[in-house]
């Protein structure tokens, strides 16, 4: 990649949560604005932002049924801007978010959700005890990688009431056809990373993000993980290259 | 800007033709393919790839009206896959067109137009003369720099019929309010370069183009520009940091 010329630096900041909070001024319009995610080959992926804020936006059906199996007390781990929370609580369950997107947070809030600023992987005790985790628009991806995936599985042991489930969604990075991802998960896998995992961050304008892990796994790589986690996987549905699957504890 | 620490280096290519080839192959339609544009400050601009291959897709107005003033033998420079050529043969006039991706020059010739393979800095003679030059969607942008622009403006000389005219739309720096594009701008002033001269280049997925100078400029200084290259401007029409302008022989 070739360097920056002109001296500016780009701004570190929630590029995320800045493109999100901009979607939503622009009144949560298609079109208006993006969210693009950087790998760091340089790979890029641009969402329109709205599919962050909109209930019903080209997310795979998998996405909308997940939820629908909630019960009990919910947390919904890294909420962005609420968009599953607020059907969850008009069926009259108690949901909590967390989000490490301070930007999110604050719009989440905004929206009408009670969200908080947390990173998975340092969860508050203060959030208490839930029946149900939800990991939501590919949000298996938050496991980050086997060692960081491993410490959070057993981590929301802790928080999980008697009977609780872990319902998410993940992309299976093997069903993905652009040789670039092969290329990607070879070089991962002669690391000794798993295959699927991408070292990403945000960019929004001339803000960019912390670079950050994200995990994609198999049902197979994820049914490993969560054995050795106390967890059990017990349902996978597959669309396309996602996958709905449901975790329960052991 | 961080280093790439995956050692896989981008792909060099025609990124901006291969983002509206696959929006094409995708069947046009808006939220399926994103053209990125990142300035060497890191700046990026995401545009919906559609906007490129519609004749009516949230261009402004002014877009729309300029090319109505076209008469006689028309070249469309930096026709791109050939959206605003359609309406012009339609109308029975002869319109060539150039650009300088490969990718959408393939594209407008799958679309039915004329164009060729050049860059607007060495234009074959091959093409003839003209009773209009168009430079569209932004594409005063193509004159790059002072120098640049100033012998392209000189070299269309060659190639322009008695009486012929320039009409193109620009957008004007000076109107944009994110403050990093006014410390980019003075960064350019600083050096000697004009406040609009934004270096470039076009991404899509691991693709990346080489860097190229893109000129926005104010009403004043394209005025300048043309007096010194043998051309007058002759109208403007303003909308947003916008604006048209006709150019004719002095």
Redesign the interface.
Known sequence: ???????????AGDAFGAALQACHRAGSR??TT?A?FER?????T?N?AVMYLSEHH?WPDIDYRAPLAATGRVVDLGCGAGRHMLPLQQRGLEVRGIDASPGTVALARALGVDADLADISALPDELGTFDTFLLLGGNFGLLGSREGGHRVLATLIRLARPGACLIGTAVNPYQLT?P?HQ??GD?NTGAGRMFGQY?MRA????M?SD?FDQLLLSPEELNELALSSGWTLSNVEEEGPMYMATLRLT
Chains 1, 2 share one sequence.
Do not use: C, E, F, H
């Not at 990649?1 to 701004?11: A, D, F, H």
């Not at 760091?40 to 890029?44: A, C, E, I, Q, R």
């Not at 960019?203 to 001339?206: K, S």
């Open positions: 990649m070739k360097s920056i010329t002109k001296g500016l630096p780009l701004v298609a079109g993006y693009v760091d080959d340089g790979m890029l641009v329109d080209s652009d670039a290329q990607y070089i070292r960019r929004y304008r001339n960019v670079w």
